[in-house]
T-cell receptor
Framework: DTAVSQTPKYLVTQMGNDKSIKCEQN?????MYWYKQDSKKFLKIMFS???????INETVPNRFSPKSPDKAHLNLHINSLELGDSAVYFC?????????????FGPGTRLLVL | DAKTTQPPSMDCAEGRAANLPCNHS???????VYWYRQIHSQGPQYIIH???NNETNEMASLIITEDRKSSTLILPHATLRDTAVYYC????????????FGKGTRLSVIA
């Protein structure tokens, strides 16, 4: 069973389109995240949600809007896609393991904007 | 910004121990040392974490110096499947803190 799943795995779209990426975790965690990995392979936090509430928004453009319908899901909607949005987007959830908080990542969604 | 410094790349012969160093000289008393790795095209994978004692699990061992300013991740018998980018991250244990990734160390395990 996949702990953190994302759909789609690949997404190719035209500039200006609106698209969504879905994330689900079956670990019972309260906190979920979206990270972006750019072409230079730097992984950077975008958003953090705890129990459906936004905790962190790391200066991400307003075109990006996370939505958490319940604590097992954190979807990412992107409006007016731009070339620079091309990247790999990773969803993660976190729970306590061995006395410290540990994050579990999904397989990633590879977004290519043409 | 990441609070850790790692060598950009390392090679290791298959079957030998891989020792990956990490400097974290500004670590605070309540911050843990975490190690994650990212195998090509996959999401980051948790390996191990520690506060001040050495730790071992089925994947690796973590050796933290007494002053906590540096640590070493040890993969005791590296295999080709261990080829990945390894990230050393220091992080408070207070809830909901995201991981701050640096550039990591690209470990190549060679047959």
């Amino acid at each position: 069973d996949t702990a953190v799943s994302q759909t789609p795995k690949y997404l190719v779209t035209q500039m200006g389109n609106d698209k969504s990426i879905k994330c689900e975790q079956n670990l019972g965690h309260d906190t979920m995240y979206w990270y972006k990995q750019d072409s230079k392979k730097f992984l950077k936090i975008m958003f953090s949600y705890n129990n459906k509430e936004l905790i962190i928004n790391e200066t991400v453009p307003n075109r990006f809007s996370p939505k958490s319908p319940d604590k097992a899901h954190l979807n990412l909607h992107i409006n007016s896609l731009e070339l620079g949005d091309s990247a790999v987007y990773f969803c993660a959830s976190s729970g306590t393991f061995g006395g410290a908080e540990t994050q579990y990542f999904g397989p990633g969604t590879r977004l290519l904007v043409l | 910004d990441a609070k850790t410094t790692q060598p950009p790349s390392m090679d290791c012969a298959e079957g030998r121990a891989a020792n990956l160093p990490c400097n974290h000289s500004t670590i605070s008393g309540n911050e843990y040392v975490y190690w994650y790795r990212q195998i090509h095209s996959q999401g980051p994978q948790y390996i191990i974490h520690g506060l001040k004692n050495n730790e071992t699990n089925e994947m690796a061992s973590l050796i933290i110096t007494e002053d906590r300013k540096s640590s070493t991740l040890i993969l005791p018998h590296a295999t080709l499947r261990d080829t990945a980018v390894y990230y050393c991250i220091v992080r408070s244990n207070s809830g909901n803190t995201p991981l701050v990734f640096g550039k990591g160390t690209r470990l190549s395990v060679i047959a």
